[in-house]
């Protein structure tokens, strides 16, 4: 971690915990990381328990919570890229904005996995994500085949170029996940100074588009994240925190990576002069509202380098060049299947 970037931790909860059980969860996780001030939380429920979910954190954090800097977020596991039209089962922005997300995760492996989800489609379903100021949480990873033939950067630098290119990232556009697929659900977990040097690698690809960019952005990690093994993960340099699956699903647990990421964040301000506890990331959309608090006068959402987002809430081009997508990878209107 570094202390200029708050850590996330954000809970995939799958399909899991979809009715009475979700508010029993969001309420004991909301209500154990209060004090964690200095780490930014997401819960990501099926779309069946959102409305429950940010209902409930509502009530267990309340305004003053976000008025201090800190909440806790509720995300969506996917959505269409479309806002409305005859697309049975399916979710759009309008409904999760609604039912109360302002967070939603993209491309996970699972996605891309069983529901045969392309790079291309993670891209239409992120600009749409961020028009419609919903922050995509977008996963990209390796899979076993790949880490071993040696194709690990190849594989992450072309998930990424491909949703990058759908639009003018500025800083603060929402948050990349690294998550090698043999680490999801197995147990295995990456060594941390292999996930770092990935991370520092998809940290320089965005510093094509601009410094300010690779700065701001947070990249989490992913893939068996538990409590054990969670502080050695998150003190490398380039992980901003994580995406925890089955561990999430545990309040307890979750809560013990929450409070691994204050202690690591809190060390860091220590030791490097960070700013002082409750602050936001620079240049980033309100974890629990999505409100931009660039806008706000706050002084804390003034950094240098955070331009300011245009009237209909996504982020201004900063006027970098963006990372170019293959000709393959070109975003249009082509429907997503
Ligand atoms: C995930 O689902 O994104 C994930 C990382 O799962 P797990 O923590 O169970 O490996």
């Given at each position: 971690m570094n202390p200029f970037r708050r850590p996330l931790i954000a809970g995939n909860w799958k399909m899991n915990a979809g009715?009475?059980?979700?508010?029993?969860?969001?309420?004991?996780?909301?209500?154990?990381?209060?004090?964690?001030?200095?780490?930014?939380?997401?819960?990501?429920?099926?779309?069946?328990?959102?409305?429950?979910?940010?209902?409930?954190v509502e009530e267990t954090r309340g305004s003053i919570d976000v008025d201090e800097g800190f909440g806790v977020g509720v995300a969506a596991q996917n959505m269409h890229h479309l806002q409305s039209g005859a697309f049975t089962g399916e979710i759009s922005t309008p409904m999760l904005r609604d039912a109360g997300a302002t967070w939603v995760i993209l491309g996970h492996s699972e996605r891309r996995q069983h529901f045969y989800e392309t790079d291309h489609g993670v891209a239409l379903k992120t600009k749409a994500a961020l028009d419609a100021e919903i922050r995509p949480i977008v996963c990209i990873g390796e899979t076993l085949a790949e880490r071993e033939a040696g194709e690990t950067l190849q594989v992450i630098e072309r998930q990424l170029r491909a949703f990058m290119a759908a639009f003018e990232p500025s800083p603060g556009f929402g948050v990349i996940a690294y998550e090698p697929v043999w680490a999801i659900g197995t147990g295995k977990v990456?060594?941390?100074?292999?996930?770092?040097?990935?991370?520092?690698?998809?940290?320089?690809?965005?510093?094509?588009?601009?410094?300010?960019?690779?700065?701001?952005?947070?990249?989490?990690?992913?893939?068996?994240v538990k409590a054990d093994n969670a502080a050695g993960l998150l003190e490398q340099l380039d992980i901003d925190g994580a995406l925890v699956g089955g561990a999430s699903l545990d309040a307890e647990g979750f809560v013990k990576i929450v409070e691994a990421a204050q202690q690591v964040a809190d060390k860091l301000a220590e030791e490097e002069g960070g700013p002082p506890s409750g602050q936001r990331n620079a240049g980033e959309l309100d974890a629990d509202t999505g409100a931009d608090e660039r806008d706000t006068g706050d002084a804390t959402s003034s950094e240098e380098g955070a331009p300011p987002s245009s009237a209909d809430g996504v982020p201004a081009s900063d006027g970098a060049v963006g990372i170019e997508p293959d000709d393959d990878d070109a975003v249009d209107d082509r429907e997503n299947t």
């Open positions: 009715g009475q059980e979700a508010c029993v969860l969001a309420n004991e996780v909301a209500a154990k990381t209060r004090r964690f001030d200095r780490v930014d939380v997401v819960l990501a429920p099926p779309f069946t328990a959102i409305a429950a979910v940010a209902h409930e990456a060594k941390p100074e292999d996930a770092q040097e990935v991370h520092a690698r998809i940290r320089e690809l965005l510093a094509e588009v601009s410094e300010e960019v690779a700065e701001a952005t947070r990249i989490l990690y992913g893939g068996s």
